[in-house]
T-cell receptor, first 112, second 110 residues
Framework: AAGVIQSPRHLIKEKRETATLKCYPI?????VYWYQQGPGQDPQFLIS???????DKGSIPDRFSAQQFSDYHSELNMSSLELGDSALYFC???????????FGQGTRLTVV | EDQVTQSPEALRLQEGESSSLNCSYT??????LFWYRQDPGKGPEFLFT???AGEEKEKERLKATLTKKESFLHITAPKPEDSATYLC???????????FGTGTSLTVIP
């Protein structure tokens, strides 16, 4: 069965650089979520989209932005990267209405 | 304030030694409670969804139950391959995001 696809799997950037993470949800899923997970921490909600519109906003820094495109894939854009942005970034997708979310394998971002 | 708390933080079991993980929540308007398994460096893997008190779900050696204030993940006769971090998450009616607990790190020793 198709799963959530994230790219790249690993990314190394320098401070103050920009990074773009991509997410391809499961077909026919209308909601996409972005989460950030630091070492030993639980996933922290960043932002979500429903039918290409932003639906919820969590602890996403102003330096980050995200959007969902007409083909339902989503991109998380991160600018002015800081060392503290180093983390695993997960994308998840679901069908709306209380359905479970399925997570991708994540992008490991390392800021040096 | 909405909260999701998991206990214990870490659990070491001998192979075959059954136990339970707890997820307690204080939220308003629970839409659903979800259990996930996460292996190091990988994305959370969906296990169960529970929607109402009294509901139970089973899958192989795992069984999840839900009351009005907490959920339990029972592990019967665990095997070393069950070693992972188990996360619970809640979704509210007021939004669609998932609030995660801090997880229980389970180690099953052969």
């Amino acid at each position: 069965a198709a799963g959530v696809i994230q790219s790249p799997r690993h990314l190394i950037k320098e401070k103050r650089e920009t990074a773009t993470l991509k997410c391809y949800p499961i077909p026919r899923h209308d909601t996409v979520y972005w989460y950030q997970q630091g070492p030993g921490q639980d996933p922290q909600f960043l932002i979500s989209f429903y039918e290409k519109m932003q639906s919820d906003k969590g602890s996403i820094p102003d330096r980050f932005s995200a959007q969902q495109f007409s083909d339902y894939h989503s991109e998380l854009n991160m600018s002015s990267l800081e060392l503290g942005d180093s983390a695993l970034y997960f994308c998840a997708s679901s069908r709306t209405g209380g359905a479970e979310a399925f997570f991708g394998q994540g992008t490991r971002l390392t800021v040096v | 304030e909405d909260q999701v708390t998991q206990s214990p933080e870490a659990l070491r079991l001998q192979e075959g030694e059954s136990s339970s993980l707890n997820c307690s929540y204080t939220v308003s308007g629970l839409r659903g409670l979800f259990w996930y398994r996460q292996d190091p460096g990988k994305g959370p893997e969906f296990l169960f969804t529970l929607y109402s008190a009294g509901e139970e779900k089973e899958k192989e050696r795992l069984k999840a139950t839900l009351t009005k204030k907490e959920s339990f993940l029972h592990i019967t006769a665990p095997k070393p391959e069950d070693s992972a971090t188990y996360l619970c998450a809640v979704q509210l009616y007021t939004g669609n995001q998932f609030y995660f607990g801090t997880g229980t790190s389970l180690t099953v020793i052969p």
